[in-house]
C-alpha cells in the first residue's frame, strides 16, 4: 500500500508502489493536486518500487513538470533509488514509421504483383529448362526421388479421388435421370455422364484434390526447406534446388496426374452406372457400348492435355510460393494456404480458356 | 511475500520424465533459493531444457514432486496453477515472440492481460524493459524483422515485464556476442539484487557461468551430479563435472 500527502506544495509518497496499487496512486495524486500544482516530489518515504511504480513516477513527474524545469524531487532511501534508476533509464522514443497514404499503398501493391509476376516467370523458366534436361540427365536429382514423388502425389491421392469421384459419378446420374425419365431419355444418361466426366468434372475434381493435397504439401515442404536455410544450403553445395527440388515434383505429376483423371473417370462411371441400372433400367452392354462411342478422341486428347496443364500449375505455385516465404512458421502456413487458394483459381481459369478449346 | 534466503522458493523431490518410453530425467530432487541465481548446466543433451519445462509443466514429468512456494503444482488445477505462472517469467531459446504482432506488443502482453494499468505507463515499461536489453530501435519491428540474439533480448523483456520474482532463462547467451552476453549477465545480476529475483538459468557457456552463478546444478545423462556453489563443483573431484570445466577454460 502507498499513502499520499499534498501540504505546502510538497506531495509527499510513502509506502510500496507496484503494478498492483500503481493505477490508483496515479488517480490518487492527480486528485489531490487538481488545484494546484505541487512544486516538489517527496520520495524519501518510499519503501518498495517495481517497474510499474517507476514507471507510475516517471509519468506523474511528467505530467507536473512537463518542460523539465521547476518540480524538485527528495529522492528515496539508496536501495529504492537504484530500482528507480534501473528503471527510469534514458529511454529514445523511436516513432512509428510513417504509414503509406491509399496511392502509395496502390502502387506498391502493384509493383509488388508486377515483380511477383516477373518471378514467377523465372522459376517457370528455370523449371521448364531443368525438367527437359533432367529426362536425359539425371544428375542433380535425388535418386529414386521421381518414383517416391509419384508414389506421394499419385498413387497416396487414389483414395480420396475414388471416392470423390465415385460420389460425384453417382450424383450426376442421379440428377440427371430424374429429368431425363420425364422425358423418356433413359438412354441418354451414359453419353450425358461420359461427356460430362471425361471433358470436365474429373479433370476438375482431380486437379482442385491435387491441390488440395499435394499443392499445400509442396508449398509446405519447400517452405520448411527456405525458413530453416535447407535451400540456402543446397546453394552453398552448388545444387540447384529447383533442379533438386521441384523437377522430381513436375516430373511425377506430370505423370501420374492424366493417370489419377483416367482412373476418377473409370470410377465416376461406375458411380453412374449403378444409378443407370437401378434407376433408369439400363443394360451393362447400353450404358458401355453409349459411353464409348459418344466421346472423340479430340475430348480425350484435351481432357489429358488440361489436367497436365493444371498439374503443372499445381506444382509450379506450389513451388513458387514455397520460394518466396519470408518468417518462420507463421511464413510457412501463410505460403500454403496461398498456394491452395492460387492453385484453384488458376485452374478454374484455365480450365474455363480449355472451354473455348472445344468450341473449335 | 517476504521470503528468507535460506527457505526455497522451489522444491523439485524425485522428478522423472519421459519422451514416450525413452526415460530422460530420473529422480532429480534439489532446491532453488530465493535472490539467487541458480545455473543449470551440463553437457548437450543431458536434459537442462527438459527439466524446466517439466518444472513449469510445458511437459507432464511422469512422477515426483515440484513445489512453488510451499504449494505442489504438479496437482494444482489450471487456474491456480496460472496464479502461479503470473509470478514466473520465463525465456525461451529461441525467445519464442508471436510473429504475427511488434515486438512492443509482444513485450505488452503479460501487462495487458494480467495488470489494469494505464496504456501510458503500459508504455512507458516497455520503453524502459527494450531499453534495458539494447533493443529501444527495434520496438515496432516485427519479430521477422529481428536478428536471433534480438529476437532473445526482445523475449527476456518480455519475460521481465511483470518484474516476476523468478524468472527462468533457457540458454540467454547462446547466440549473443560477448558484449551483448555480458550485459545481459550485468542486467540479470541487477534484477536479482534490486528485485530480490531468483533467476535460474539453463547453459553451458562458462563464460557466463562464472559471472553470474550463486549455486549450479549440475545434470549428466539425466540425473542430477552435483548440487552446490561453483567452488564446490570444481572442487567436488566429479570426473565429468572436471572435464567440462577443463575443456571449456580456453573459451
Redesign the interface.
Given at each position: 500500500m502507498f499513502t499520499l500527502h499534498f501540504e505546502n506544495g510538497i506531495l509527499a509518497v510513502s509506502g510500496q508502489l507496484?503494478?498492483?496499487n500503481?493505477?490508483q496512486f496515479?488517480k490518487s495524486a492527480r486528485l489531490l493536486t487538481v488545484k494546484n500544482t505541487p512544486n516538489t516530489l517527496d520520495l524519501s518515504g518510499l519503501e518498495a518500487l517495481?517497474?510499474?511504480g517507476?514507471?507510475?513516477i516517471?509519468?506523474l513527474i511528467a505530467h507536473f513538470n512537463p518542460e523539465d524545469s521547476q518540480l524538485k524531487i527528495i529522492p528515496a532511501s539508496p536501495?529504492v533509488e537504484?530500482?528507480r534508476n534501473?528503471?527510469?533509464?534514458?529511454?529514445?522514443?523511436?516513432d512509428?514509421?510513417p504509414q503509406p497514404n491509399i496511392f502509395e499503398k496502390l502502387g506498391g501493391n502493384m509493383e509488388a504483383w508486377f515483380q511477383s509476376m516477373g518471378e514467377a516467370l523465372v522459376l517457370c523458366s528455370e523449371l521448364f529448362y531443368w525438367s527437359i534436361v533432367g529426362i536425359f540427365d539425371r544428375k542433380g536429382q535425388r535418386k529414386g526421388s521421381f518414383g517416391a514423388q509419384g508414389l506421394l502425389l499419385g498413387y497416396n491421392a487414389l483414395p480420396v479421388v475414388a471416392l470423390l469421384s465415385f460420389i460425384i459419378g453417382f450424383i450426376l446420374s442421379l440428377q440427371s435421370a430424374a429429368q431425363l425419365k420425364n422425358y423418356g431419355g433413359n438412354v441418354f444418361l451414359p453419353d450425358l455422364l461420359a461427356i460430362t466426366l471425361v471433358r470436365e468434372m474429373a479433370p476438375l475434381i482431380t486437379a482442385i484434390i491435387v491441390a488440395g493435397r499435394s499443392g499445400s504439401a509442396i508449398a509446405s515442404e519447400i517452405a520448411t526447406m527456405q525458413v530453416s536455410e535447407e535451400i540456402d544450403a543446397l546453394r552453398m553445395m552448388a545444387i540447384n534446388p529447383i533442379r533438386y527440388v521441384v523437377v522430381p515434383k513436375f516430373h511425377a505429376i506430370t505423370v501420374v496426374m492424366p493417370l489419377l483423371v483416367v482412373f476418377s473417370i473409370a470410377v465416376g462411371e461406375l458411380g453412374g452406372f449403378m444409378i443407370a441400372t437401378s434407376m433408369l433400367d439400363l443394360s451393362l452392354g447400353t450404358f458401355v457400348s453409349r459411353s464409348v462411342n459418344i466421346i472423340k478422341f479430340k475430348d480425350i486428347f484435351i481432357s489429358l492435355t488440361k489436367s497436365t496443364v493444371f498439374a503443372w500449375l499445381i506444382v509450379i505455385i506450389g513451388a513458387y510460393n514455397g520460394f518466396r516465404v519470408?518468417?518462420?512458421?507463421?511464413?510457412v502456413g501463410k505460403a500454403t494456404t496461398a498456394s491452395v487458394v492460387a492453385a484453384i483459381f488458376a485452374i478454374v481459369i484455365a480450365d474455363a480458356l480449355f472451354s473455348l478449346l472445344y468450341l473449335l | 511475500m517476504i521470503i528468507n534466503n535460506m527457505e526455497p522458493i522451489i522444491s523439485v523431490r524425485g522428478l522423472e520424465a519421459r519422451y514416450g518410453e525413452k526415460r530422460i530425467l530420473s529422480d532429480i530432487s534439489f532446491d532453488i533459493f530465493a535472490g539467487q541465481v541458480t545455473v543449470i548446466l551440463g553437457p548437450s543433451g543431458c536434459g537442462k531444457t527438459t527439466l524446466l519445462k517439466n518444472m513449469l509443466r510445458l511437459h507432464e514429468p511422469v512422477k515426483g514432486s515440484v513445489k512453488f512456494w510451499g504449494e505442489e503444482v504438479l496437482q494444482m488445477d489450471e487456474t491456480s496453477f496460472n496464479a502461479v505462472l503470473r509470478k514466473v517469467g520465463m525465456l525461451f531459446q529461441g525467445g519464442a515472440l508471436l510473429?504475427?504482432i511488434s515486438v512492443m506488443e509482444n513485450v505488452a502482453i503479460p501487462?495487458e492481460q494480467h495488470?489494469?494499468?494505464?496504456r501510458?505507463?503500459?508504455e512507458?515499461?516497455i520503453?524502459?524493459?527494450l531499453?534495458?536489453v539494447g533493443l529501444?530501435?527495434a520496438?515496432?519491428l516485427?519479430?521477422?524483422e529481428l536478428s536471433g540474439g534480438m529476437r532473445k533480448r526482445a523475449g527476456l523483456a518480455r519475460a521481465m515485464?511483470?518484474?516476476p520474482p523468478i524468472l527462468f532463462c533457457d540458454e540467454p547467451s547462446a547466440g549473443l556476442d560477448p558484449l551483448t552476453s555480458a550485459s545481459l549477465d550485468e542486467l540479470l545480476l541487477?534484477?536479482k539484487?534490486?528485485?530480490n529475483m531468483s533467476i535460474v538459468i539453463v547453459t553451458h557457456e562458462l563464460a557466463s557461468i562464472y559471472r553470474v552463478a550463486d549455486r549450479v546444478i549440475f545434470l549428466d545423462e539425466g540425473a542430477l551430479i552435483y548440487e552446490g556453489t561453483l567452488d564446490g563443483a570444481r572442487q567436488a573431484g566429479i570426473p565429468t563435472i572436471d572435464r567440462f570445466f577443463e575443456a571449456g577454460k580456453y573459451e
Amino acid at each position: 500500500m502507498f499513502t499520499l500527502h499534498f501540504e505546502n506544495g510538497i506531495l509527499a509518497v510513502s509506502g510500496q508502489l507496484n503494478r498492483d496499487n500503481a493505477t490508483q496512486f496515479q488517480k490518487s495524486a492527480r486528485l489531490l493536486t487538481v488545484k494546484n500544482t505541487p512544486n516538489t516530489l517527496d520520495l524519501s518515504g518510499l519503501e518498495a518500487l517495481d517497474s510499474a511504480g517507476v514507471a507510475s513516477i516517471e509519468e506523474l513527474i511528467a505530467h507536473f513538470n512537463p518542460e523539465d524545469s521547476q518540480l524538485k524531487i527528495i529522492p528515496a532511501s539508496p536501495d529504492v533509488e537504484a530500482v528507480r534508476n534501473t528503471f527510469k533509464s534514458p529511454v529514445q522514443i523511436v516513432d512509428k514509421p510513417p504509414q503509406p497514404n491509399i496511392f502509395e499503398k496502390l502502387g506498391g501493391n502493384m509493383e509488388a504483383w508486377f515483380q511477383s509476376m516477373g518471378e514467377a516467370l523465372v522459376l517457370c523458366s528455370e523449371l521448364f529448362y531443368w525438367s527437359i534436361v533432367g529426362i536425359f540427365d539425371r544428375k542433380g536429382q535425388r535418386k529414386g526421388s521421381f518414383g517416391a514423388q509419384g508414389l506421394l502425389l499419385g498413387y497416396n491421392a487414389l483414395p480420396v479421388v475414388a471416392l470423390l469421384s465415385f460420389i460425384i459419378g453417382f450424383i450426376l446420374s442421379l440428377q440427371s435421370a430424374a429429368q431425363l425419365k420425364n422425358y423418356g431419355g433413359n438412354v441418354f444418361l451414359p453419353d450425358l455422364l461420359a461427356i460430362t466426366l471425361v471433358r470436365e468434372m474429373a479433370p476438375l475434381i482431380t486437379a482442385i484434390i491435387v491441390a488440395g493435397r499435394s499443392g499445400s504439401a509442396i508449398a509446405s515442404e519447400i517452405a520448411t526447406m527456405q525458413v530453416s536455410e535447407e535451400i540456402d544450403a543446397l546453394r552453398m553445395m552448388a545444387i540447384n534446388p529447383i533442379r533438386y527440388v521441384v523437377v522430381p515434383k513436375f516430373h511425377a505429376i506430370t505423370v501420374v496426374m492424366p493417370l489419377l483423371v483416367v482412373f476418377s473417370i473409370a470410377v465416376g462411371e461406375l458411380g453412374g452406372f449403378m444409378i443407370a441400372t437401378s434407376m433408369l433400367d439400363l443394360s451393362l452392354g447400353t450404358f458401355v457400348s453409349r459411353s464409348v462411342n459418344i466421346i472423340k478422341f479430340k475430348d480425350i486428347f484435351i481432357s489429358l492435355t488440361k489436367s497436365t496443364v493444371f498439374a503443372w500449375l499445381i506444382v509450379i505455385i506450389g513451388a513458387y510460393n514455397g520460394f518466396r516465404v519470408r518468417g518462420g512458421a507463421e511464413g510457412v502456413g501463410k505460403a500454403t494456404t496461398a498456394s491452395v487458394v492460387a492453385a484453384i483459381f488458376a485452374i478454374v481459369i484455365a480450365d474455363a480458356l480449355f472451354s473455348l478449346l472445344y468450341l473449335l | 511475500m517476504i521470503i528468507n534466503n535460506m527457505e526455497p522458493i522451489i522444491s523439485v523431490r524425485g522428478l522423472e520424465a519421459r519422451y514416450g518410453e525413452k526415460r530422460i530425467l530420473s529422480d532429480i530432487s534439489f532446491d532453488i533459493f530465493a535472490g539467487q541465481v541458480t545455473v543449470i548446466l551440463g553437457p548437450s543433451g543431458c536434459g537442462k531444457t527438459t527439466l524446466l519445462k517439466n518444472m513449469l509443466r510445458l511437459h507432464e514429468p511422469v512422477k515426483g514432486s515440484v513445489k512453488f512456494w510451499g504449494e505442489e503444482v504438479l496437482q494444482m488445477d489450471e487456474t491456480s496453477f496460472n496464479a502461479v505462472l503470473r509470478k514466473v517469467g520465463m525465456l525461451f531459446q529461441g525467445g519464442a515472440l508471436l510473429n504475427s504482432i511488434s515486438v512492443m506488443e509482444n513485450v505488452a502482453i503479460p501487462l495487458e492481460q494480467h495488470t489494469r494499468l494505464s496504456r501510458s505507463v503500459i508504455e512507458r515499461i516497455i520503453r524502459v524493459k527494450l531499453d534495458l536489453v539494447g533493443l529501444h530501435h527495434a520496438i515496432h519491428l516485427l519479430p521477422s524483422e529481428l536478428s536471433g540474439g534480438m529476437r532473445k533480448r526482445a523475449g527476456l523483456a518480455r519475460a521481465m515485464v511483470m518484474d516476476p520474482p523468478i524468472l527462468f532463462c533457457d540458454e540467454p547467451s547462446a547466440g549473443l556476442d560477448p558484449l551483448t552476453s555480458a550485459s545481459l549477465d550485468e542486467l540479470l545480476l541487477d534484477l536479482k539484487k534490486q528485485l530480490n529475483m531468483s533467476i535460474v538459468i539453463v547453459t553451458h557457456e562458462l563464460a557466463s557461468i562464472y559471472r553470474v552463478a550463486d549455486r549450479v546444478i549440475f545434470l549428466d545423462e539425466g540425473a542430477l551430479i552435483y548440487e552446490g556453489t561453483l567452488d564446490g563443483a570444481r572442487q567436488a573431484g566429479i570426473p565429468t563435472i572436471d572435464r567440462f570445466f577443463e575443456a571449456g577454460k580456453y573459451e
